[in-house]
């Protein structure tokens, strides 16, 4: 028996190591059933396996069933980190929100900051995680790693990551109050008709969708999509002129957004966050805007807080990733052959996220060119804020 026993000693030391935790298991257990009565005792000092563990085997090789088929049983191992910290997502976007970066066509982000110093800021805070750990969560977040290159837009102003930090500061402070912020730009014009939209659809075999030849841009009707992003609430609207995209219609399509749904949706506020591009009918030099911004606020009896992005960074406006990229996917290979068309499939527009668009048509004639005169500039409540008051400024309702 002695010589036995020495002899399994032998068996098992040369082959346990190479098993995984299960084919340990099975295999002692299979040994100790071999031997009978005090087996299970036996093989546990022979290979160090607690009894229990060697009854569980036994107990698997006598009835095979779903739950032992794992190497270990169900819940078993170490807990992954998001369960023992549920709120570390949240933290991490936090930590990188100022520093996002993101291309209008596509929903993917990604951030200029390195995952070791990620890692780093997250250990102030108390979550000891590594930089592998860091990278994974980004990746569950929708970021992705980007080479070492820049997407110019002009020449860089020498305040343009401040005023990215204005705006984020700002931003947070509004939201945290249950106030407002909007998002707001214009999309491209498109030609409305039967034209080639860029993109690729599903359709039967051999049967594409068959548009014109050659798009004529003079005389044709065109659609001009202003669009509003309620930040806080993850929702859009989008006012599809059809004359011309000045000042006025940036503003009314602003108005029209709030009339519809930015009342309802805040109905005890009194103050209101645009973030708003640099140029364009939304520009902070045009005069139009800031009057029709007035009226706005002469009107609903609410103030307004502008805060532009600086001239060259239009791209990192979140509209441009968190609507307008969406509504270019849903519409992507279909000719945009009415404005009834346009309407539906800017409303159809949905994401995993939550995003929801609403749409209107708006028939209203705009005009170009309407020009403010340096007295009614003077009438205007408007109050710059010490940091680039032409990029930063407050309009409130007049008495």
Known sequence: MKKDIANLRKKLSGILFLLNERQRRLLVASEALALGYGGVKILSDISGISCPTIRRGVAELNKIDKKFLGVRLKGGGRKTVTEHNPDIKQILEDIIEPDTRGDPESPLRWTCKSVRNIAELLEQK??????????????????????????????????????????????????????????????????????????????????????????????????????????????????????????????????????????????????????????????????????????????????????????????WNKIEHRLFSFISINWRGKPLRTYQTIINLISATKTKTGLTVKARLDKKVYEKGRKVSEQEMKLLNITKNKFHGEWNYAVRPRK
Do not use: M
């Open 126 to 315: 108390g979550y000891d995680v590594s930089h592998q750990t860091v990278a994974a969560l980004l990746h569950d977040l929708k970021y992705s790693l980007q080479g070492n290159r820049k997407t110019k837009e002009g020449k860089d102003h020498p305040d343009r990551d401040a005023q990215f930090r204005h705006i984020n500061k700002v931003v947070k402070s509004f939201l945290s109050k249950k106030c407002p912020v909007i998002s707001v730009d214009t999309k491209k014009k498109e030609l409305v008709g039967n034209y080639k939209n860029a993109g690729k659809d599903w359709n039967p075999k051999g049967l594409p969708e068959e548009v014109n030849g050659h798009d004529f841009p003079n005389g044709v009707p065109k659609a001009i999509p202003y669009g509003v992003y309620d930040i806080g609430n993850n929702s859009g609207w989008v006012n599809v002129g059809v004359t011309a995209d000045t000042a006025e219609f940036a503003v009314n399509s602003i108005r029209y957004w709030w009339k519809t749904v930015g009342e309802k949706l805040y109905p005890k506020t009194k103050a209101l966050l645009i973030c708003a591009d640099a140029g364009g009918s939304n520009g902070y030099r045009s005069r139009l805007w800031k009057r029709e911004l007035q009226k706005f606020c002469d009107s609903e009896k609410i103030a307004i807080s502008v805060c532009h992005f600086p001239p060259g960074t239009s791209k």
